[in-house]
């Protein structure tokens, strides 16, 4: 029963890193194009390989993967297989990150990172009545200078993308490093979002920073929130978006910081629940990743609406779109 209410559900992706889409198929694909070779040959090797205990090993991964993207074709099949995965589980929209330093460092140019992610969007929109916009992804462990070239990079682009946001490793390269790029950010026109990871130091620390000294919209993960009484209240008070990922690793079938999501809910917050990088995490994608949590902690159908809710109000959209979305929610639930 909830499997088939939460297939069923229109929904909003709103924490997604495309290069953390890269099915082991598509880096198989990709590598034999570009001639690179890859100690693995099948897919199945290769997923098994994904062995990762922490943010800094699950990021040696990460960007090892990256190798195999060269062309703006490449991102262009990567973006749109994406965007086919998630209109299949009636994800409706979807705001994704992308990491252009991760890119250009190794001499890609940012032209054929981002034409060939805009030009899946367009085929989505057009083919599947998808829609999705870019959230330019800054990488906090590379410099504030980098940082600042490839948001200005980004402006040749501005009608393309919605927002800024910060990832990467976030040890030693707290939200403040980036106080400059921000500010930039913002007056461009930029919404903003940083990434505030699980079991960092100095995670309430950092959130704190994100609402009080960066100005945020959204603060992507964000679980630490609950660690701190008068931090959680702030973040209540102010209905600040945290994008929740419960998704979970190969070698452990359970959700992570599902009892936080409940518990967010409980308390009033504005959370949401998205993939993060799932072909590195089990293959889940939205879908699954709901199931999922919704199996570990009991979620209700009202929280799960509720939650679908959430993602369409905090979504970068137009005030028109939030209505076409809402009331399509309302049809759903009200119907079944």
């Keep these: 029963m909830m499997k088939s209410f939460i297939q069923g559900m229109p929904k909003a992706e709103l924490h997604v890193h495309i290069e953390g889409t890269l099915e082991p198929e598509l880096r198989l694909r990709f590598a034999a194009r570009n001639g690179i ?14 062995d990762y205990n922490d943010l800094a090993s699950f990021l040696a991964l990460y960007f090892d993967g990256l190798k195999v ?37 190794r001499g ?15 085929e989505a929109r ?61 007056a461009e026109g930029y919404n903003l979002t940083m990434h505030c990871d699980h079991l960092q130091d100095n995670s309430v620390e950092h959130i704190r920073q994100c609402l009080d000294v960066i100005g945020v919209d959204r603060i992507d993960h964000g679980y630490h929130a609950l660690d701190d009484a008068a931090l959680l209240e702030d973040v209540r008070r102010r209905q600040v978006c945290l994008t929740f990922c419960t998704t979970s690793p190969p070698s452990n079938p359970a959700p992570r910081r599902a009892n936080e999501l409940k518990s ?52 970068w959209i137009t005030r028109e779109e939030r209505g076409e979305f809402m009331a399509a929610l309302d049809a759903y639930v009200g119907g079944t």
């Excluded at 599947?128 to 200078?145: C, F, N, P, T, Y």
């Design 37 to 50: 070779e890859l100690p693995y040959q099948t897919a199945d090797a290769l997923a098994a390989s994904y």
């Design 69 to 105: 993207l060269r062309t703006e074709r490449d991102f262009f099949e990567l973006t749109y297989a994406y965007l086919q995965r998630v209109h299949a589980q009636n994800v409706v929209y979807a705001e994704m990150h992308f990491d252009p330093q991760a890119h250009t460092s």
């Design 108 to 122: 890609i140019a940012f032209d054929s990172v981002i034409n060939g992610i805009r030009g899946a969007q367009d």
């Design 126 to 186: 057009q083919e599947l009545g998808l829609r999705s916009r870019l959230i330019l992804g800054l990488l906090r462990d590379m410099s504030a200078e980098s940082a600042m070239d490839a948001l200005e990079q980004s402006l040749a682009y501005r009608d393309w993308i919605v927002g800024v946001g910060l990832d990467s490793d976030e040890k030693g390269n707290p939200p403040v490093k980036f106080r400059d790029v921000f500010e930039r950010a913002r």
């Design 264 to 315: 967010a809910l409980e308390h009033g917050l504005n959370v949401t629940v998205n993939t993060d990088d799932p072909a590195y995490m089990r293959g889940y994608y939205l879908n699954e990743v709901l199931l999922n949590t919704q199996q570990a902690v009991g979620l209700s159908r009202e929280q799960l609406t509720q939650l679908a809710r959430n993602a369409f109000r905090s979504a």
